[in-house]
């Protein structure tokens, strides 16, 4: 067995919210299977002007990383210098950063600067960020530019990274699966029980933020041609609306689906998720764009098919006919005929069945191989 290797991994982690926390959470718990890992959040992520929501979650410490150092202030400039100098005299052999968004670019770019030549892997999980704005490129190129490795995980990801880094040094991987989620290991009927939902009921999930480009709009607006089609169905909107909630609400009076649609708005608790996903059949993501998304994982870690849209990375981890439907973007009828194909044909087992025969493919030891290489 190899010696273990000196890893600073940097991102947040809990109490910190969100996919990314998860992920950089189940990242630690890979690597340090086989290597001596220095887990690095923040002491401040986003600034309250810039990020008006809570940022943290304490009441669910069902990821939290008992080692974390909580001590990067990303808008500190002292406070970075101390952290660069601090990874330096540690000495890694590699430090692996989450990338989203250019907010971080400064932050990083001078831990780029003070914590001196080091093996430095960037996760990028958007390497643009899904709302453009002025300098975004610019400030992109001015940090990843001093990266010696990257993973992504889509190949659409892989084409805006070439664009700015034409020699990068990229391994191209699947976004792993959460499968984190199953605190009870609940059944479908227990999970409808608790929503008061009636076990023979037919459920659609859309699940996370609701932003302009994840495209609820189109799957409201599918709604009547799938009760046409299938009869009597619910679909569960669930999850924190960023921006005109009331949009939806009107769409769906003026398709008259106020029986078939039910809003759950908020932030979801990660024990609360579990029963959403498994009351579902089938799990609905009609993005208007999108680079990859945590949201397919999930369903994927509770055997739920998905429909999901022909853009970004989603085609790559979505079999069409196999472990869900991939449909072109921006087509309410697209989405009604997957639906209706879904039910009429009974296709739930089949997909359930490749969903796990899939999940070598998604494992967190992959992407523990994928760091592995970068050593």
Not at 104 to 110: L, S, V
Not at 351 to 364: L, P
């Given at each position: 067995?190899?010696?273990?290797?000196?890893?600073?991994?940097?991102?947040?982690?809990?109490?910190?919210?969100?996919?990314?926390?998860?992920?950089?959470?189940?990242?630690?718990?890979?690597?340090?299977?086989?290597?001596?890992?220095?887990?690095?959040?923040?002491?401040?992520?986003?600034?309250?002007?810039?990020?008006?929501?809570?940022?943290?979650?304490?009441?669910?410490?069902?990821?939290?990383?008992?080692?974390?150092?909580?001590?990067?202030?990303?808008?500190?400039?002292?406070?970075?210098?101390?952290?660069?100098?601090?990874?330096?005299?540690?000495?890694?052999?590699?430090?692996?950063?989450?990338?989203?968004?250019?907010?971080?670019?400064?932050?990083?770019?001078?831990?780029?600067?003070?914590?001196?030549?080091?093996?430095?892997?960037?996760?990028?999980?958007?390497?643009?960020?899904?709302?453009?704005?002025?300098?975004?490129?610019?400030?992109?190129?001015?940090?990843?530019?001093?990266?010696?490795?990257?993973?992504?995980?889509?190949?659409?990801?892989?084409?805006?990274?070439?664009?700015?880094?034409?020699?990068?040094?990229?391994?191209?991987?699947?976004?792993?699966?959460?499968?984190?989620?199953?605190?009870?290991?609940?059944?479908?009927?227990?999970?409808?029980?608790?929503?008061?939902?009636?076990?023979?009921?037919?459920?659609?999930?859309?699940?996370?933020?609701?932003?302009?480009?994840?495209?609820?709009?189109?799957?409201?607006?599918?709604m009547p041609a799938i009760i046409e089609k299938i009869g009597d169905v619910q679909l569960l909107v669930v999850g924190d609306f960023d921006g005109d909630k009331e949009q939806?609400?009107?769409?769906?009076?003026?398709?008259?689906?106020?029986?078939?649609?039910?809003?759950?708005?908020?932030?979801?608790?990660?024990?609360?998720?579990?029963?959403?996903?498994?009351?579902?059949?089938?799990?609905?993501?009609?993005?208007?764009?999108?680079?990859?998304?945590?949201?397919?994982?999930?369903?994927?870690?509770?055997?739920?098919?998905?429909?999901?849209?022909?853009?970004?990375?989603?085609?790559?981890?979505?079999?069409?006919?196999?472990?869900?439907?991939?449909?072109?973007?921006?087509?309410?009828?697209?989405?009604?005929?997957?639906?209706?194909?879904?039910?009429?044909?009974?296709?739930?087992?089949?997909?359930?069945?490749?969903?796990?025969?899939?999940?070598?493919?998604?494992?967190?030891?992959?992407?523990?191989?994928?760091?592995?290489?970068?050593?």
């Amino acid at each position: 067995m190899r010696e273990k290797k000196k890893i600073v991994l940097i991102g947040p982690v809990y109490p910190y919210k969100g996919g990314i926390s998860h992920y950089t959470g189940q990242m630690y718990r890979e690597l340090i299977k086989n290597n001596e890992v220095k887990m690095l959040s923040y002491k401040m992520q986003y600034p309250k002007f810039l990020f008006h929501k809570e940022q943290k979650d304490f009441e669910n410490d069902s990821f939290k990383v008992e080692q974390t150092e909580y001590m990067l202030h990303t808008a500190n400039p002292f406070n970075i210098i101390r952290t660069a100098r601090y990874i330096k005299k540690y000495k890694p052999d590699m430090v692996i950063i989450q990338w989203w968004h250019p907010y971080f670019a400064p932050c990083y770019r001078i831990l780029e600067l003070f914590m001196g030549k080091q093996n430095l892997v960037f996760v990028c999980h958007n390497v643009f960020p899904h709302e453009r704005f002025p300098l975004d490129r610019l400030l992109t190129k001015m940090v990843l530019a001093k990266g010696r490795h990257f993973i992504v995980h889509a190949k659409e990801e892989a084409k805006e990274l070439a664009n700015i880094q034409k020699t990068a040094d990229y391994i191209v991987t699947p976004h792993p699966t959460y499968n984190m989620f199953k605190f009870e290991d609940m059944t479908q009927e227990q999970a409808r029980k608790l929503l008061r939902m009636d076990k023979e009921q037919k459920v659609l999930l859309f699940f996370g933020f609701v932003r302009e480009y994840k495209g609820l709009k189109h799957l409201l607006r599918a709604m009547p041609a799938i009760i046409e089609k299938i009869g009597d169905v619910q679909l569960l909107v669930v999850g924190d609306f960023d921006g005109d909630k009331e949009q939806y609400e009107s769409l769906i009076s003026e398709k008259h689906i106020e029986k078939n649609v039910q809003i759950i708005d908020g932030y979801i608790p990660d024990k609360e998720v579990e029963k959403y996903f498994a009351a579902s059949d089938l799990v609905v993501l009609p993005y208007e764009s999108a680079t990859q998304s945590g949201i397919v994982q999930i369903a994927f870690g509770f055997t739920k098919p998905v429909i999901v849209t022909e853009v970004g990375g989603l085609p790559d981890v979505v079999t069409d006919g196999e472990t869900g439907y991939v449909v072109e973007p921006c087509n309410p009828d697209a989405i009604a005929d997957s639906v209706a194909h879904f039910y009429i044909d009974e296709m739930a087992e089949r997909f359930a069945q490749n969903i796990e025969k899939e999940a070598a493919r998604f494992s967190w030891e992959r992407m523990g191989e994928v760091v592995e290489k970068f050593f």
